[in-house]
């Protein structure tokens, strides 16, 4: 932990390595957000009514 940490640059973008790991983790877990199924939200089952008319 004494040692600073390494930069990435381009041209206009200075970034530390460990930020893009960062960014990078972030990423990856809201595209598996927007993929993963719900919980619960399986075959919907509709109630059966009865109409004894």
């Given at each position: 932990?004494?040692v600073?940490?390494?930069?990435?640059?381009?041209?206009?973008?200075?970034?530390?390595?460990?930020?893009?790991?960062?960014?990078?983790?972030?990423?990856?877990?809201?595209?598996?957000?927007?993929?993963?199924?719900?919980?619960?939200?399986?075959?919907?089952?509709?109630?059966?009514?009865?109409?004894?008319?």
């Amino acid at each position: 932990m004494d040692v600073p940490a390494t930069y990435l640059n381009w041209n206009f973008i200075l970034i530390s390595i460990p930020n893009v790991v960062v960014i990078a983790v972030m990423f990856v877990v809201f595209i598996i957000a927007l993929v993963a199924p719900f919980p619960g939200h399986g075959e919907a089952v509709e109630p059966e009514v009865g109409h004894d008319a």
